[in-house]
């Protein structure tokens, strides 16, 4: 099987997470470089916890427990999470947007050239904290959330479009349908008309430049592990507005406050002892 031949734009020049939005290699070489994080165990794959030196590190892999790996030998997954999940709270809905934002995530799919007639498994890797990456997934969050009015939505993230055209023309996507998360937001609403019509359910496809970390030459190798590790690394995020920002009824208790904050503020200016 042919390798991808991106152009050398694509390859990894440093460990500089900046410089990386996507990047996709083979299963095979993802358990040789991150044995700490994953490991194949007879007919099934582990994603580890994180080590004790990065005990919020790792990555957060998005499947739905299952791969034939190489198209061949059937594998279970551990320690993964769903890819399409419901909530129905707004503390599940923070506890959700922190996981998939706080880690790179990895998604795993089978891919065929037009060099050859058999699978290989791939790993994706999407980089959270480029900007552009988390532009994209923020803005759809933030977009579908100001867009209902407390009834029931659905959002997905697809990564097919990006990934297919990584690779040589003629490719196949055996398993397209793994590059892609969703949460699906379950409100009391008694009457969902937009949720029932599928108004409210979204695709956000993203778009990013995918590297190429098929390289096997020993230099390259050592790039890749440390941009990897480096990658990986606990994220500490403090909560912005837009974490808050989820339905009517936290809109309007929101909205109260800031115009509370507003007078107090007013009133301090005013008289030193406001009462409110």
């Not at 923070?94 to 790993?123: G, H, Q």
Request: aromatic letters at 12%; glycine letters at 6%.
């Amino acid at each position: 099987m042919a390798k991808p031949s991106p152009s050398p734009s694509g390859e990894l020049r440093g460990p500089r997470t900046c410089g990386c939005e996507l990047a996709l290699l083979p299963l095979r070489q993802l358990l040789l470089l991150q044995p700490d994080c994953f490991q194949l165990r007879g007919d099934q794959l582990a994603v580890l916890r994180p080590p004790r030196h990065r005990p919020a590190g790792g990555f957060t892999v998005l499947s739905d427990g299952a791969l034939h790996r190489d198209g061949q030998r059937h594998c279970r997954l551990t320690g993964h999470f769903q890819r399409d999940v419901e909530l129905t709270s707004h503390r599940d809905y923070k506890d959700y947007r922190e996981t998939i934002l706080s880690r790179p995530l990895v998604f795993f799919t089978n891919v065929r050239t037009n060099c050859s007639s058999k699978e290989k498994t791939y790993a994706l890797i999407v980089n959270t904290r480029h900007p552009k990456i988390r532009r994209q997934i923020e803005h759809g969050m933030n977009t579908v959330i100001s867009s209902v009015f407390g009834e029931s939505y659905k959002l997905r993230f697809d990564f097919q479009e990006v990934v297919k055209n990584f690779f040589p023309p003629g490719s196949h996507l055996v398993t397209g349908e793994d590059l892609s998360f969703s949460y699906e937001f379950k409100s009391d609403a008694l009457l969902d008309f937009f949720y029932w019509f599928g108004i409210s359910k979204n695709t956000v496809a993203v778009t990013g430049k995918v590297l190429n970390f098929s390289n096997t030459t020993p230099e390259k190798k050592e790039i890749i592990t440390m941009f990897l590790e480096k990658m990986s690394e606990p994220y500490v995020r403090l909560n912005s507005f837009s974490d808050r920002k989820f339905s009517v009824t936290s809109r309007g208790r929101l909205i109260s406050y800031k115009r509370k904050s507003y007078c107090y503020c007013f009133l301090i200016y005013y008289n030193s002892t406001p009462i409110i």
